[in-house]
C-alpha cells in the first residue's frame, strides 16, 4: 500500500469503476427506465451521471486502501502481483537481507537439480 505501484493499479480501477458506472447510469437514461421521461440522449440527467460515477470512483479508491491494508495490493483476494510487490517489502518484521539470501540458496539448489 505505500509504493507507487499500488497506488497506479488503485487509480486504475477508480477509472475503470467511473466509466463503467457512467455507462450503466447513461444506459438506464436511454432506456427511459429511470423516469417517467421518453428514452433518448438528449433526456439525461448529466449531474446524476457524474454524482454517481464519482460515489463509485470514490467507493472503488476506498476498497483498494482497506484491501491494501491486508495484503498490499488493491486486490481483496490478494489475486493481483503487482511489479516489484513483494510480500517483504510491506512488513518491515522480516530481514529483507535474509530473505533475498534465502531466495538466492533456493534458486541455487533448484539450478542444481
Do not use: C
Not at 450503466?24 to 427506465?33: N, Q
Not at 498490499?72 to 517483504?88: K, M, N, Q, R, V
Not at 541455487?108 to 537439480?113: L, W
Request: glycine letters at 8%.
Amino acid at each position: 500500500m505505500y509504493t507507487t505501484d499500488f497506488w497506479k493499479a488503485a487509480a486504475e480501477r477508480s477509472v475503470k469503476t467511473i466509466a463503467q458506472t457512467a455507462l450503466a447510469v447513461i444506459g438506464l437514461y436511454t432506456s427511459g427506465l429511470p423516469t417517467d421521461t421518453p428514452a433518448g440522449i438528449h433526456n439525461i440527467d448529466w449531474l446524476g451521471v457524474a454524482a454517481a460515477a464519482a460515489l463509485a470512483g470514490v467507493v472503488s479508491l476506498l476498497t483498494s486502501i482497506g484491501s491494501g491494508a491486508k495484503s498490499g495490493t488493491p486486490s481483496l483476494g490478494d489475486l493481483e502481483d503487482l511489479p516489484g510487490h513483494a510480500y517483504i517489502r510491506i512488513h518491515p518484521e522480516i530481514d529483507h537481507d535474509e530473505a533475498v539470501e534465502q531466495l538466492r540458496r533456493a534458486q541455487n539448489e533448484a539450478e542444481q537439480r
